[in-house]
């Protein structure tokens, strides 16, 4: 069974930048589309952004170009760089495949506050 672990979160100031990084230790990684998605407060879980195998990506109307999304293959991570971060990103940030299909892991806590 897959055990994907998301790390990376903390407590930033709005404006601040953190990267958050996740191991998915599937087979077939390469060939998986991959996503973070996140849970704010009061709200369903959220895509923020997805990778493909060619590395085509794609991201939530609200990231408004302030994330960057990446994978690496040989070490099978996902990493997902946020700058100029908002109060509104705070949240559970988690990494899985874009089809939802793996084990959700613990996720990583992202809390912006001043």
């Known amino acids: 069974q897959v055990h994907v672990v998301e790390s990376g979160g903390g407590f930033v100031q709005p404006g601040a930048s953190l990267s958050l990084s996740c191991k998915v230790p599937?087979?077939?990684?390469?060939?998986?589309?991959l996503a973070w998605y996140r849970q704010v407060p009061g709200r369903q879980r959220e895509l923020v952004a997805t990778?493909?195998?060619?590395?085509?990506?794609t991201y939530g109307a609200f990231v408004e170009d302030r994330f960057d999304i990446f994978r690496d293959n040989n070490k099978k991570t996902l990493t997902l760089r946020m700058k100029n971060l908002r109060p509104e990103d705070t949240g559970v940030y988690y990494c899985?495949?874009?089809?939802?299909?793996?084990?959700w892991g613990q996720g990583t806590q992202l809390t912006v506050s001043s």
């Open positions: 599937m087979n077939d990684f390469d060939l998986a589309r």
């Open positions: 899985n495949t874009v089809a939802a299909d793996i084990p």
């Open positions: 990778i493909a195998t060619g590395g085509q990506t």
